[in-house]
């Protein structure tokens, strides 16, 4: 097997993940788990996934053994020595800008021609031309339909209609997308015969973590491509002039002229002068009704495909999970001020389970609904692309294009907002407030993970230690009722004293096998929650961290005046305005939700903690009763001593 070095330390966040320590060796056991990352085994025996930046393969030979810190050695790098305190590398995926490493007239041209040749291909025809599909049953136990009547208003239902069909008909034209560190078409694939790890690996997401995979980078502000480099895993992102980024924005405002039909979103003060968003329609729930396994590439491709049907919209459509990480990829890429919560994990093997595949669809429910009840996500055109049109036809291929090549992304898309007239607040206010918010969203987000660590310890000790203990109890009463019913043992009701005891073994071995499986209706789908909003909260401070630059952005401005390319601060200011309207708009509806969501969580996981515990007192109370059977002698000189 090969082996590995360590070059920088990493501590593990999930028990997926493996801690290693500078200049430790490890034995590669997986070296193609997913993109970046490695699954390793320490010389402990411990096994987990390290990212692959992280350390560096070794040889054989001693000649490539790096010497100790401060040795002169160059390796191959010229003059310059690589410094071993330098700051390691981010587990996440990152984009590579071409122009940093070699900036040439040829290399520009290059990258030109690349861009425009990705652009036009027929990705998806492609792909298509060679699916063959054998489709199994969905899941019998599929959930209800939902009815339309159970939304209300009917004007409010067919308000919204009308405006997602017009958004869907009016969809804007894409440039290149910038395309996820996953493989779209493959990435429910099965390991192939060659491809299958000769070691029994870790399955991620084994406690339903929406963190399995590290959550890609949210620097999603400028056009780009993917271009694969020959003979290498990684991708090269060749990026062309960032007409979305910040700069460009607040020096230029709208490359394009933003059309009435264009703006979809906008900004109010409530009655305590706070920018929230304002939400045109009602909020709609969204279900996952079943899933199917199917096969491509003539039978050699595996994946799953989910059936959804949003209460707003009569039809269903069949989504596979790299079409879910193509749309969240869209709205991180479209929106840089919302919050876009990170998709459920991916599983190194297992993930065709029906367990699997259960928790899956129960996770990718919630993180739907989720971005439904959000006053802008919900109504975006790209999400109710999503919702609305079925894979194989003409219109969602186009549908997908344009999203791609929206002119309204990153930076851009606050061209589009209506928001109030008056400013948020003075600098140093808004300064103080974001550095208050980011400072108890920390706070919060140590709370979470301490819940979430709580709950996990709870759900393995009853699937396992209670269950266990409980099951064990109840073979040892069994084992005791029959020791009393013996010959040698006889007395009068000795035999309903057997059999009450032996009722009450099978039901504390009841009660094992109950606590075994009820965290699966209340201690995960909780779990799940909490998960999800530990991913919120960690998109918090990215959130704000774009009101601070745009703050220094435009202080910059005020004290470097040559940097305004001949524009003045008046009319660049009601363009950082708008961010700050954005940010607080975001950071309000945030604090609203998690009321509301914390509320229903905890009632529904209450809800069934009083259920369970009911069920088992119900249980204990016909055991309870199997005694009654046998008359107490009150005249027994034993009972009244007991007493005293």
Not at 417 to 431: C, F, R, W, Y
Request: net charge negative.
């Amino acid at each position: 097997m090969s082996k590995v070095r360590v070059l920088y330390e990493f501590h593990a966040e999930d028990s997926n993940e493996l801690t290693t320590f500078l200049g430790e060796e490890l034995t590669v056991v997986n070296p193609n788990v997913f993109e970046g990352w490695i699954q390793c085994q320490n010389s402990q025996g411990q096994q987990g996934i390290v990212p692959a930046t992280y350390v560096e393969y070794l040889n054989e030979s001693d000649d490539d053994i790096p010497p100790p810190p401060g040795s002169t050695s160059n390796y191959g790098f010229g003059t310059t020595t690589p410094s071993w305190n330098m700051p390691a590398p981010s587990s996440s995926y990152q984009k590579t800008n071409l122009s940093d490493l070699v900036s040439t007239p040829e290399t520009e041209k290059l990258t030109q021609e690349l861009s425009s040749n990705l652009a036009d291909a027929d990705w998806d025809s492609f792909l298509n031309d060679n699916n063959t599909k054998n489709s199994s049953s969905f899941e019998t136990n599929k959930t209800q339909p939902l009815e339309m009547s159970q939304l209300g208003s009917e004007n409010n239902v067919s308000t919204f209609i009308s405006t997602a069909n017009s958004m869907s008909q009016n969809y804007n034209a894409p440039v290149n997308s910038v395309r996820s560190n996953r493989s779209y078409e493959e990435d429910d694939s099965e390991f192939s015969d060659e491809d299958q790890p000769t070691n029994n690996t870790t399955t991620i997401n084994t406690n339903g973590s929406f963190y399995a995979n590290k959550e890609k980078s949210r620097t999603n502000t400028s056009i780009s491509s993917a271009v694969s480099n020959p003979g290498s895993s990684a991708t090269i992102k060749l990026k062309s002039k960032n007409s979305y980024g910040l700069d460009v924005f607040l020096l230029h405002g709208s490359v394009k002229k933003v059309l009435d039909g264009d703006k979809f979103s906008s900004i109010i003060l409530n009655e305590q002068r706070q920018s929230i968003w304002k939400r045109v329609s009602p909020s709609y729930e969204i279900q996952i009704l079943g899933y199917q396994s199917d096969k491509k590439y003539h039978g050699v491709k595996k994946f799953t495909s989910y059936e959804i049907q949003a209460k707003i919209f009569p039809q269903r459509v069949k989504r596979r999970y790299n079409h879910f990480d193509w749309l969240h990829d869209r709205l991180v890429e479209k929106y840089p001020n919302i919050c876009i919560p990170p998709l459920p994990g991916k599983a190194v093997t297992g993930n065709f389970d029906d367990e699997f595949l259960s928790k899956r669809k129960s996770q990718l429910e919630l993180w739907l609904n989720k971005m439904a009840s959000h006053p802008v996500v919900g109504q975006s055109e790209v999400f109710v692309h999503f919702l609305q049109c079925d894979e194989g036809s003409s219109k969602w291929k186009a549908g997908k294009r344009k999203a791609e090549k929206d002119d309204y992304r990153g930076a851009q898309w606050f061209c589009t907002l209506t928001v109030p007239g008056e400013s948020v607040d003075t600098t140093n206010a808004i300064k103080e407030k974001v550095d208050k918010f980011s400072r108890a969203c920390s706070n919060l987000e140590n709370c979470v993970k301490n819940v979430s660590t709580s709950l996990e310890k709870i759900s393995a000790i009853n699937s396992s230690v209670l269950r266990k203990e409980y099951v064990h109890l109840g073979k040892k009463l069994d084992d005791f009722g029959l020791a009393l019913n013996n010959d040698s043992l006889e007395a009068p009701f000795n035999h309903e004293l057997t059999d009450a005891l032996i009722t009450t073994g099978n039901t504390y071995t009841q009660i094992g096998n109950m606590f075994g499986e009820q965290p699966k209706t209340d201690i995960n789908p909780l779990l799940d929650r909490f998960h999800l909003y530990k991913g919120i909260i960690q998109q918090m401070p990215e959130i704000v961290q774009l009101e601070k630059q745009s703050i220094q952005t435009y202080e910059e401005f005020q004290t470097k005046p040559e940097k305004l390319e001949g524009r003045s601060l008046m009319e660049i200011a009601p363009r950082r305005e708008i961010i700050s309207h954005v940010t607080f708009a975001e950071i309000n509806q945030f604090n609203r939700d998690k009321v509301d969501d914390f509320n229903e969580y905890m009632k529904s996981f209450l809800q069934q903690q009083i259920t369970f515990y009911t069920e088992i007192t119900e249980c204990l109370k016909r055991a309870h009763a199997s005694f009654d059977k046998i008359p107490i002698n009150k005249s027994s000189n034993f009972n009244s001593s007991f007493r005293r």
